[in-house]
């Protein structure tokens, strides 16, 4: 049997990621799972169609950035963030390519509260309480790995089609 070079085994992991046989690939059962709670949103309650909508949009932002830190490519932020969020994140990925480090999020469900929606429609705040796996790689070597619970503002704003994140900020507890 003839032994592959490694390089070979490399380019090989490169072209089965671009063409979306990696688990982090847009599979339908890779969707984050993400629980609304609306009962206290304020001034205004939510719609039914516009609370579906707010999951599935804030369930593939996730989708979409931790394919961006997992891949290095700020350019799959795009569909899903906006304004403050999308700069920063393309910053961390550009420093991550940099530094030759990459980030992988292993992603076990966000149980989020909204807590207001405005009276025009155009903002929709909302606490998130995130259960991930954080992996740090140094070129294909993990260097860190962790699961934690992480606490996060956000603030949601509609597009043309969808909803985006505007921004998503870290904060020690509720």
Known sequence: MRKISPRLCVLLALAAGAFGFLPMAHA????????????KIAPRPIEELTGNNIVRDYSLAWQSLAEAMD???AELLDAYFTG?????FSSTVADQKKNGLRTR??????????FFYSPNGDAMQLRDTAQLEIQLFDGSKMI??????????VIMTPGADRWEVRSLEAVPNF
């Not at 403050?84 to 920063?88: E, G, V």
């Open 28 to 39: 339908a059962d890779a969707l984050p799972q993400v629980r609304l709670n609306a009962d």
């Open 144 to 153: 860190r790995q962790e699961n934690v619970t992480l606490h996060y503002l």
């Open 71 to 73: 891949q290095n490519r």
């Open 105 to 114: 999020y292993i992603d076990h469900g966000h149980n989020v509260q909204a």
């Open 84 to 88: 403050f969020a999308k700069d920063r």
